[in-house]
C-alpha cells in the first residue's frame, strides 16, 4: 500500500502544484491526442514527440504574457511574466 503524500508540509502553494501538470495534460489531449486519434503506441509516441517541441518553443500562453516557456526560461525576468510564481516557487 502506498502512503499518502503530504506536499503541504513547509510548502503553502503545494495544493497548486497539480493544476499546471492536469492543465498540460487538457491540452495535450485537445490540441493533438483528440484531434489525431492514434492507431497505436508508436504512432502516438511519434506525434506527441512532434506536439511538446512545439507546445514548448513555438505555442504561446496566455498564463505567459503570449509568450513560449522556453522563452520564459531562457529571459524569466523579462517583464510581463512572474515565472517563479508560473513554476510552483514562492515569489
Request: glycine share 8%; aromatic share 16%; charged share 25%.
Amino acid at each position: 500500500m502506498l502512503a499518502p503524500s503530504a506536499p503541504e508540509h513547509g510548502r503553502p502553494w503545494a495544493g497548486f502544484d497539480n493544476i499546471f501538470v492536469e492543465r498540460l495534460w487538457r491540452t495535450v489531449k485537445y490540441e493533438e491526442v483528440y484531434l489525431k486519434d492514434y492507431r497505436d503506441v508508436p504512432e502516438a509516441r511519434h506525434g506527441l514527440g512532434q506536439y511538446f517541441p512545439f507546445y514548448n518553443d513555438q505555442r504561446i500562453h496566455q498564463a505567459l504574457d503570449y509568450r513560449t516557456p522556453s522563452a520564459c526560461i531562457s529571459r524569466p525576468n523579462e517583464p510581463g511574466v512572474n515565472f517563479k510564481w508560473a513554476a510552483g516557487g514562492a515569489s
